[in-house]
């Protein structure tokens, strides 16, 4: 036990429903609503020292749990139950000393069994868990008056990376691989979803508050270079008019600016040659928008050991593949 370890007090979460402003499609679902989990966790370290942090994460059960038998309801009630196993988790499991990275790993045997009892993805249980994770470390940094990212090296943090990751990672540091501070700016993507109106004239319901109701308004009203592109991933005709209808808007609407896209299937792509299809289609038709795009986010299913016959090397070769639903753990990744 190190001087600067610490013990879960106290955890505490609550829920908030939002309604979205407009309806965004998502896997081939129109959702307008969300459900966001607030976490608030206290510490104390050997010395006596208590400080409190808070976590937030959307539970986001469209995205990390599908389902074509159990209704939208369903799914979202079964991640509040997690919510409270996870808490009380933290709350009884952690009861000694140690650092936030030792305490939630210690957890992780407890999560897995928790999502093969409940019958629920792996991805729901994380997407529940992270926000209690990061109210610890948020708590673990303020209450050492630092940066969490400053306490993941000596003399905080020194475990050997082997221990969690495997003999390949034996000797490193995991203050090696990380910033200890922010980058001053970052480009921020803005969601062009598959039901957003790109030009007035596709503007069939206005909204009516003050807010852009057209892509090419939101590029002026905030200044946009990157945007994320949703796609629909079984019409090949669609996303490929969608990828250069957005591209036009963005050159009508402010010519010369360095625009870049990045284009997201959701998995609903059954294989990577309708991937490859569309990149192509794009390619042929305007080599500017394709050049624009920089990375395809999770084309198809993510269940990969599932489905070994989608690799991505071919359209790697053309535009960075990278995955999300399917980033569950080390081989995955």
Request: aromatic fraction near 10%; proline fraction near 6%.
């Amino acid at each position: 036990m190190l001087p600067t370890d610490i013990c879960v007090k106290d955890v505490a979460f609550t829920f908030e429903d939002f309604a979205y402003r407009t309806p965004i499609k998502f896997g081939g679902v129109a959702l307008d609503k969300v459900t966001i989990l607030n976490v608030t966790m206290t510490v104390e370290t050997v010395a006596g020292k208590v400080a409190t942090g808070f976590g937030s994460m959307p539970l986001g059960n469209v995205w990390a749990w599908p389902s074509k038998t159990l209704k939208y309801d369903e799914t979202l009630e079964k991640m509040k139950e997690t919510a409270e196993v996870i808490g009380t988790a933290y709350r009884k499991e952690s009861t000694g000393y140690c650092h936030p990275i030792q305490l939630t790993h210690g957890l992780e045997p407890l999560l897995v069994s928790w999502a093969e009892r409940a019958e629920m993805p792996f991805l729901a249980t994380l997407v529940v868990t992270s926000a209690f994770d990061a109210a610890l470390h948020d708590a673990y940094g303020k209450v050492h008056g630092l940066n969490c990212y400053h306490t993941y090296g000596p003399p905080f943090f020194d475990d050997d990376l082997g221990d969690y990751l495997g003999e390949e990672f034996r000797g490193d540091k995991l203050h090696q691989f990380i910033a200890r501070d922010p980058q001053p700016e970052l480009p921020l993507y803005h969601l062009v979803g598959a039901l957003d109106p790109l030009t007035p004239a596709e503007v069939t319901q206005p909204v009516g508050d003050g807010l852009p109701e057209t892509l090419g308004e939101w590029i002026t009203r905030d200044g946009l270079t990157h945007l994320k592109i949703k796609l629909n991933g079984d019409n090949a005709g669609w996303d490929v008019a969608r990828v250069l209808g957005v591209n036009a808007m963005a050159v009508e609407t402010a010519p010369g600016r360095a625009f870049q896209f990045s284009l997201d299937f959701n998995e609903r792509c059954q294989n990577v040659e309708y991937l490859l299809e569309v990149l192509n289609r794009v390619k042929a038709a305007s080599t500017e928008a394709f050049d624009r795009i920089q990375y395809v986010e999770q084309p198809t299913a993510r269940d990969l050991k599932a489905n070994p016959q989608n690799k991505m090397h071919a359209a790697a070769k053309l535009k960075p593949v990278v995955i999300d639903e399917s980033l569950l753990d080390l081989e995955t990744l």
